[in-house]
């Protein structure tokens, strides 16, 4: 007996898949899948999280609709991998989340921007917010420095421990056993590269059924775009408590270079993610998730468009509340990284490094 409906409609069609074969070539989960002759809740968790959605196998399927065995491997894996997020989510009380993704990530975000405008404001009058300040620190002008750095230190540790507990979770459940540097470094690679995002080499199906590679470049633009962000923040980090330099920096340097190049990426991959969402076969799309990834895609968008803006305004009067609503929006989503679209990264790497083990196992 499995847990869910979707689990065990998972069970059937990977039994189904393991007497056929025929798309052992396309990606990764049809070779783990033929490594079992049984599937536990745990295992098929981690087929749905090795899975990359890219449709190949539903199109070469010969079992797919309008066929009785109605196979659809896109769509069912999908199904089982949203809920998987909330089923190994932390603390446990708040899986419910994953339930009503998009309404949550807008309310606290909405609550998150709110709160640090009217903070803003309130510490420092409101003519402060519509002052012009230019030059190092004036950014904490209206807010000190030590005490966004505690405010948003915490919530990041926060967001960062329930990650863990999550992914540990995930491990745990899905029998990942003792992990090893070959393949950790195996599944960087090919979490990196996307290499399982291609169809097998034609690419990602739509509903016009060409298959293109753009949602691979869309995911590349938003991962790095990501990391960028992150660098920057780093980089300020050290700049600040290690050299005594106080932000904002000049245009050429580090920070403000990683941060713009980091933006762009952002903005340019999240509105090609839901571009290319929107044009995905309904047949394999599961509709249950698009708030929840379309909430997470406006959230990404929201901080790379608040900041970008703020880095071309910030010798204007603008500066205070272009800064209060970047806050905002970076502090509601580090809040909401646990429980959003976020984790399927994190899930997804675990699954390639569990897979490599696998490979490993199998080739000595």
Not at 77 to 86: D, F, G, K, N
Not at 228 to 251: D, I
């Amino acid at each position: 007996m499995h847990a869910t409906e979707n689990l065990a409609e998972a069970d059937r069609l990977m039994t189904i898949c393991n007497s056929c074969r025929y798309c052992e070539g396309l990606c990764a989960v049809f070779p783990a899948m033929e490594l079992r002759r049984s599937f536990s809740d745990g295992d098929l968790n981690y087929l749905a999280n090795l899975c990359h959605n890219c449709g190949a196998c539903y199109v070469d399927c010969q079992f797919s609709p309008p066929h009785e065995f109605e196979v659809n491997v896109p769509k069912t894996l999908s199904l089982v991998r949203a809920e998987s997020y909330q089923a190994y989510a932390w603390p446990v009380a708040a899986s419910v989340l994953f339930s009503r993704n998009a309404l949550a990530v807008a309310i606290i975000s909405a609550v998150s921007i709110t709160a640090f405008v009217g903070g803003f404001a309130a510490v420092n009058d409101k003519g402060a917010l519509f002052q012009a300040k230019s030059g190092p620190g004036s950014f904490y002008a209206l807010m000190p420095h030590d005490a966004m750095a505690l405010l948003f230190g915490a919530v990041f540790i926060c967001a960062a421990i329930a990650l863990a507990k999550g992914v540990s979770s995930f491990w745990r459940k899905t029998e990942g056993g003792e992990t090893n540097p070959k393949s950790i470094w195996a599944a960087m690679k090919n979490a990196a590269s996307l290499r399982y995002l291609d169809g097998g080499g034609a690419g990602c199906f739509n509903e016009d059924d060409r298959p293109t590679d753009r949602r691979k470049l869309y995911h590349h633009l938003t991962f790095y775009g990501f990391l960028l962000c992150f660098a920057s923040t780093s980089v300020a980090t050290l700049y600040h408590f290690l050299l005594g330099r106080e932000a904002p920096y000049p245009w050429w340097d580090l920070p403000v270079v990683l941060g713009t190049a980091g933006g762009f990426g952002l903005l340019a991959g999240a509105v090609g993610l839901f571009s290319a969402k929107l044009k995905r076969d309904k047949v394999m799309r599961d509709d249950s998730q698009f708030g929840m990834e379309t909430a997470f895609i406006a959230i990404l968008f929201l901080v790379a468009s608040s900041g970008l803006l703020l880095l071309f305004l910030r010798d204007t009067a603008a500066m205070g509340l272009l800064l209060a609503v970047h806050l905002g929006a970076v502090f509601g989503f580090f809040l909401t990284m646990p429980y959003s679209k976020f984790v399927h990264g994190l899930y997804r790497y675990a699954a390639l490094v569990r897979y490599a083990q696998e490979r490993e196992s199998v080739t000595k």
